[in-house]
């Protein structure tokens, strides 16, 4: 029996007519493969409709002042409201595809930032608003310095990770529409501070990083079809900390990092037809900590990073056509653990980091088109080891990370206006955790380490 937090700000809107704001929040307790026997007739549900998945109907309930308790029906999308469950946790049966959850505890609270989710039944359409952070199932395991990757059939693939004690060759699986993780088939070596990148064919190919003791050059390929993992063709240099790009022609760039201590400089690349390396062009500095972004033109522009212990603020291109490097406009700051987002308008965005002058929030653009970087305005608060991510409507969240401690506020650039909002506060603090994108635009954060050590817990944006 696993339990969960759900706290949930709801603004029903129907299709002919909205109703008040109803702010509420509750704590559940969640229990799968067991559904109600529901021996008394007012045990019986009082709603019943179909939604998109657990969280809608865990939406629903919410809605619903009467409701204690729901059963999402996995196979359907049948999720059932009850109103009165009392002494009914004993008296339960076995249903794999049921995940029911009974309230343990209700309040209300203050609005927040909202997003949107709709559900339908067969006779009416309903969107329901919610505040912006929302916590999902747990992992399996407790895992920073992780890897994730959002896969063709939606899933979120993890990978490896270290919890402070172990190093991880374990993988699993996050379904959104269950809000459950299962494990998956485990890679042949531990790693962490590695990279994962989901290939045209589907499959997911991981690369180097540590196992705690030594970096690695080994590399897995993971089938999503089958949950299997097979060895492929060994890079030529060790390394972690570093970055991997897919090119437009399906080759993987990898970039720098470092090998056991010593930074590197090296770039080589992987081709999925023949499972083999190639090194190519030699960057213009060692760099760990630093980022790469593929441009429209179908080049790579790396920036920032570290290379014998201090942040640099160069910054440089790379071409697929003839594999050769060139250095461009230096960032105005120097940035080790920032992050890089592709705007709509094709600009980047360099985002917070770390340099002798500690955590920074200055962000600066880079235009592809005059090759030059601008100051945009500071964010709200400084953070290093956070993550970025751009939404559906073009919009950038930045989500945690730490500035002496560790912090768990997030905030949103919107390039239209050039700000920075503050958004709702995550429910966890957390630094080296991972940011995917889902299917339905949702933001999932997963896992990272804060003072408790490391975490195995979710949330969603």
């Not at 339990?3 to 700000?9: D, G, M, Q």
């Not at 359409?125 to 059939?153: D, E, Y």
């Not at 990148?197 to 089958?226: H, K």
């Not at 600009?347 to 002798?356: C, E, P």
Request: proline share 2%; aromatic share 8%; hydrophobic share 35%.
């Amino acid at each position: 029996m696993a339990s969960r937090k759900v706290c949930l700000l709801l603004l029903l809107l129907f299709t002919t007519q909205s109703l008040e704001e109803h702010i509420r929040s509750f704590h559940m307790i969640s229990m799968i493969g067991q559904t109600f026997k529901c021996a008394q007739t007012t045990c019986l549900p009082f709603i019943s409709l179909i939604t998109l998945n657990i969280l809608g109907c865990q939406i629903a309930c919410l809605d619903q002042t009467l409701c204690e308790a729901i059963s999402f029906r996995r196979s359907t999308s049948n999720c059932q409201l009850f109103a009165d469950v009392l002494n009914q946790t004993g008296n339960m049966s076995y249903d794999m595809d049921v995940v029911t959850m009974t309230e343990i505890s209700t309040t209300r609270f203050s609005s927040e930032h909202y997003i949107t989710i709709a559900s339908s039944s067969s006779s009416t359409t309903t969107t329901t608003s919610v505040p912006g952070w929302i916590t999902s199932g747990n992992m399996t395991v407790p895992r920073r310095l992780h890897a994730a990757s959002t896969l063709g059939n939606g899933k979120v693939l993890v990978t490896g990770g270290y919890n402070g004690i172990n190093y991880y060759n374990s993988a699993e699986l996050y379904d959104s529409s269950t809000g459950i993780w299962i494990s998956t088939g485990n890679m042949s070596t531990p790693r962490y501070s590695h990279t994962a990148s989901l290939l045209a064919n589907g499959s997911v190919l991981v690369i180097g990083g540590t196992d705690g003791s030594t970096a690695l050059n080994s590399v897995e390929l993971y089938d999503p079809s089958s949950g299997n993992w097979t060895i492929t063709g060994s890079m030529n240099n060790a390394r972690q900390y570093h970055t991997a790009t897919k090119l437009a022609n399906g080759k993987v760039l990898v970039t720098g990092g470092s090998n056991n201590g010593v930074v590197l400089n090296s770039a080589e690349l992987y081709d999925p037809v023949t499972g083999s390396w190639t090194v190519t062009g030699t960057m213009t500095i060692a760099r760990q900590y630093h980022t790469a972004s593929i441009l429209a033109n179908g080049t790579v522009l790396v920036i920032g990073g570290s290379n014998t212990g201090s942040a640099v603020n160069t910054a440089e291109l790379y071409d697929p056509s003839n594999g050769i490097w060139r250095t461009i406009q230096n960032m105005n700051s120097p940035r080790q653990y920032h992050t890089a987002s592709i705007l709509a308008n094709g600009q980047i965005l360099a985002a917070a980091g770390y340099n002798s002058g500690g955590t920074l929030n200055t962000a600066e653009l880079y235009n592809p088109l005059t090759g030059t970087w601008t100051f945009t305005v500071n964010m709200n608060t400084p953070r290093q080891r956070h993550t970025a991510s751009v939404l559906a409507n073009g919009k950038v969240i930045v989500a945690a990370g730490s500035n002496g401690s560790f912090i768990n506020t997030a905030e949103i650039y919107d390039p239209a206006t050039n700000t920075w909002t503050n958004t709702g506060n995550m429910n966890e603090a957390r630094q080296f955790h991972t940011a995917s994108i889902l299917a339905n635009g949702t933001l999932l954060i997963a896992g990272g380490y804060n003072t408790g050590g490391a975490l195995k817990t979710t949330e969603m944006y």
